[in-house]
């Protein structure tokens, strides 16, 4: 699975961006799809998780404390993507954001992990 990032860039406090994840297979097969970040010295950590039912519809978001409620993540299934709209952004958003996938390969009874390269995202006046 191939995952390409879009939207990044320069934001002042208080702005919103959208950032969009467009994966390679379609989104309906992929049991996880998630936002990450990530800061120089810093280790990666988890911003937001769209986690999809055995019904194959996403119905459940996962947020990191330090975001809830300013940020929202979707998926678009017309564009094949995983989106993230952040609002009331602030100075400790910057970093660059990465989309993952994880799809449970049931023949190797193993999570597979898959991750694009990232976006920047810096939040400056």
């Known amino acids: 699975v191939q995952l390409v990032e879009s939207g990044g860039g320069l934001v002042q406090p208080g702005g919103s961006l959208r950032l969009s994840c467009a994966a390679s297979r379609n989104i309906f097969s992929i049991h996880v799809m998630g936002w990450y970040r990530q800061t120089p010295g810093l280790q990666r950590e988890l911003v937001a998780l769209?986690?999809?039912?055995?019904?194959?519809?996403?119905?459940?978001?996962v947020y990191a404390d330090s975001v809830k409620g300013r940020f929202t993540a979707s998926r678009n299934i017309a564009e094949n993507t995983v989106d993230l709209q952040m609002n009331h952004l602030a100075p400790e958003d910057t970093a660059i954001y990465f989309c993952q996938a994880s799809i449970y390969d049931a023949d190797a009874g193993e999570w597979r992990d898959y991750w694009g390269q990232g976006t920047q995202v810096t939040v400056s006046s």
């Open positions: 769209v986690l999809r039912n055995g019904s194959r519809e996403y119905v459940d978001s």
